[in-house]
């Protein structure tokens, strides 16, 4: 069974919110290069990837289930902050917002009956309680590092997984 239209233009609208947020944690990976903090600036670059990734969970799956996909406008990323703290206070209110429209489609695929986009829909229901859990947690750290943001960076690089030796 393929979504009706109702479900397919919110699953479209969401995949452009999954780019979206690509594109915001691009911009705030590029402020923190520049304010010289290289880790976390990977850590939001890997966060951009990792958005990208969702995005393209929506992409395929809307052609998966008949398509058309449409690609919304896409609006330019916030580029400045005031500080370390108010970035990642913005990255986790992001995270929060994603989360409620994330409960939203699945409440929307209930209402119409849409078993195949609600099973779809639960991985990013159990991606979201990590996403947001991270980056409150980086803002504790934040928040608790005060201006001493070098254990930050620490903090980055000690929570990366190990990676295996070539």
Known sequence: MTPDDAVRSALCTHMGREFTAHFQYLAMSAWLEDEGLPEM??????????????????????????????????DAPRAEFESVEVLVSAALAQEEQVTAWIDELVHLARDHR?????????????????????????????RHAGPSLLLVEDYIVRRQPATPAA
Request: charged fraction near 20%; avoid cysteine.
């Open 41 to 74: 600036a990977g850590f939001f670059a890997r966060q951009a990837a990792e958005e990208h990734m969702h995005g393209m969970k929506f992409f395929r799956f809307v052609i998966d289930t008949g398509g058309p996909v449409r690609i919304p406008a896409i």
């Open 114 to 142: 849409d078993l195949a986009t609600e099973t779809f829909l639960q991985w990013f229901v159990t991606e979201q309680v990590e996403e947001v859990s991270t980056m409150n947690e980086l803002l504790q750290v934040v």
